[in-house]
């Protein structure tokens, strides 16, 4: 055995299976540690937006009066919003629609993968510029590919307003 | 051995030239060339490459490699010159992409460049497959190779979504809300995915450094591994040839295939230069997430997955989402397992063959009647001129 063991022909010294073995589960062991030691904060920094606690707020939407009883109105509104490392007046809008006095607040963000619905006033439906989903004065889904009607805001009367709640 | 026999009776000997590398790298004073081939070996890595031989019937189908990885090199510069004037935030980012087409010397050019290109690289890699797949070439040995090209196939699609956003126009917007939000129909774990993709609930400020980064360094990077492996295994398991093989002698790739190569890649190249010419790029309105007049619509190759989610009935989504692309993407991986034919011809493996026409067909119709569907821009084709103008 000895003899054939490299090249020089001379009687290197072999390590026993044994002591073998256990070197390579420690450089194995090793290497483990440094692929935590990278892969472990990377990940935890790249994931980090999982962890985020949204913040909630009320914004003033619209004087009870100004909304007539029957109708549906797109309303803007902007918040100050932290995205990532800028603050940015973030532009957003709702369908606020009144029946004698509720108040509804639609998402204007389709049910199906989120594009923006349009109001049609003629065909009392709002409409969906992207895969063709269509939904009506309650929102509910009319036709297309939306799996559910769309989402409502919480909503509160104070004072003769009307107050949304968002979450940013 | 010959020195211990010298006697001075021997006949005078002269030095023979060296022969072997060990005897070359003896030698006092050898040329740059030969200095830098002793080192690097070059000459005889090239020389293996030119050698290579080609089976009887390889010919125009097989210089679709060729050109692709051309086309990715293109890519890669243009897109390196690219970033040199990108800003990647949302600020930045349209105003950065304006002042590249508009005002940066061969800036539209470049640009157009790199947008025609990409669209020609998925035409090119179609046709590779479609190639592959016909000529039953990924059956064994080369398994592998295959599987590397459909991951290789993945990854430029994973380029083209994330580059998309980069513009940060109406057009980019959109897409990318629409497109993350596939991801959000994954049961239970949907809309972790979201933000996780996202950086973010909604498409904002960390989309785009997260689009950006993945465009730019992480996708390179698999990218160049991939690629790399794939170059390794086409010329360790070398060209398959054709279903039946055909007589004749094998002829090396140089000089006949290398002409092949060298015309289509004139031609490939020529008709994406005559793109960036004819068509240049355009931008649309800076990105509004309450802008209600534009009705988005991805590039054009993933129209066929855009028409499928049109066409699923409520409840149905995550077939179009994730479902059918999934099946057929683990379908193309998995293909060489899936096919246990011995023979590459198409008769012998004919369900295999029928399943890929249905899969093509699909998709081919799809994009079909997304394309025939896609609205004319009312301004023409310069409709971005028409927005620069209010703009500055
Ligand atoms: S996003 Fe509205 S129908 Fe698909």
Redesign the pocket.
């Known amino acids: 055995m000895s003899e054939t063991n490299g090249k020089c022909g001379c009687d290197a010294e072999v390590e026993s299976p044994g002591k073998r073995k256990l070197l390579g589960w420690i450089v194995g062991v090793i290497n483990l540690g440094l692929i935590a030691a990278i892969v472990g904060p990377v990940a935890g920094f790249i994931g980090s937006p999982l962890a985020r606690k949204r913040k909630g707020t009320w914004i003033e939407l619209a004087n009870v009066d100004d909304i007539a009883d029957g109708s549906i109105e797109e309303i803007p509104f902007s918040i100050e919003v932290k995205d990532g490392y800028r603050i940015a007046e973030h532009k957003y809008s709702v369908f606020l629609r009144r029946e004698a006095n509720s108040f509804t607040a639609f998402d204007p963000a389709?049910?199906?993968?989120?594009?923006r619905?349009k109001y049609q006033q003629r065909q009392h439906r709002f409409i969906?510029?992207?895969?063709?989903?269509v939904f009506d004065d309650s929102g509910n889904v009319v036709s297309?590919?939306?799996p559910r009607s769309l989402d409502t805001h919480k909503l509160k009367i104070e004072a003769g307003k009307v107050w949304l709640y968002k979450e940013v | 051995m010959a020195r211990e026999t010298l006697t001075p009776e021997s006949p005078v000997e002269h030095p023979s030239p060296p022969t072997t590398p060990e005897e070359k790298l003896e030698r006092d004073r050898p040329g740059l060339k030969e200095w830098l081939d002793l080192r690097l070996g070059w000459w005889g890595f090239v020389r293996k490459n030119l050698d290579e031989e080609m089976p009887p019937g390889v010919g125009w189908w097989q210089t679709l490699g060729n050109l692709l990885l051309t086309l990715l090199i293109f890519q890669f510069t243009t897109g390196v010159a690219l970033a040199m004037f990108y800003t990647a935030s949302p600020e930045g980012a349209y105003q950065s992409v304006k002042h590249i087409t508009y005002e940066v010397p061969l800036g539209s050019f470049v640009r157009g460049l790199h947008i025609w290109g990409s669209s020609a690289i998925v035409v090119v890699m179609v046709l590779h497959t479609l190639r592959v797949f016909f000529w039953g070439s990924y059956k064994k040995p080369r398994e592998l190779t295959w599987v590397v090209g459909v991951l290789i196939f993945q990854v430029i699609l994973a380029f083209s979504f994330t580059g998309y956003l980069l513009p940060w126009d109406q057009k980019a917007y959109w897409a990318t809300v629409?497109g993350t939000r596939i991801a959000g129909t994954v049961p239970f774990i949907g809309d972790s995915l979201v933000v996780l993709i996202r950086g973010s609930e909604e498409v904002g400020a960390l989309t785009l450094t997260r689009f950006y980064a993945a465009h730019v360094m992480i996708l390179p990077a698999i990218l160049l591994a991939l690629v790399g492996l794939h170059l390794y295994l086409v010329r360790r398991h070398h060209i398959a040839g054709p279903v039946v093989p055909q007589r004749g002698k094998p002829v090396p790739f140089y000089p006949n295939q290398l002409f092949k190569d060298a015309v289509v890649l004139l031609f490939g190249i020529g008709i994406v230069i005559y793109f960036a010419l004819a068509f240049p790029p355009s931008l649309e309105a800076l990105a509004d997430p309450t802008g209600t007049d534009f009705a988005p619509r991805p590039e054009w190759y993933f129209l066929g997955l855009y028409e499928l989610?049109?066409i699923m009935p409520p409840g149905y989504e995550l077939l179009a989402t994730i479902i059918i692309p999934g099946m057929i993407s683990i379908g193309m991986l998995i293909l060489p397992w899936l096919d246990r034919s011995k023979s590459r011809h198409p008769a012998a493996r004919q369900w295999i063959i029928f399943m890929g026409l249905a899969v093509i067909l699909l998709i081919g119709v799809l994009t079909l009647k997304g394309i025939l569907e896609t609205p004319v821009h009312p301004e023409g084709g310069h409709s971005a001129v028409a927005n620069f103008v209010p703009l500055t």
């Open positions: 389709c049910t199906h993968l989120g594009c619905i969906c510029p992207c895969h063709g989903g297309g590919p939306p | 629409v989610l049109k």
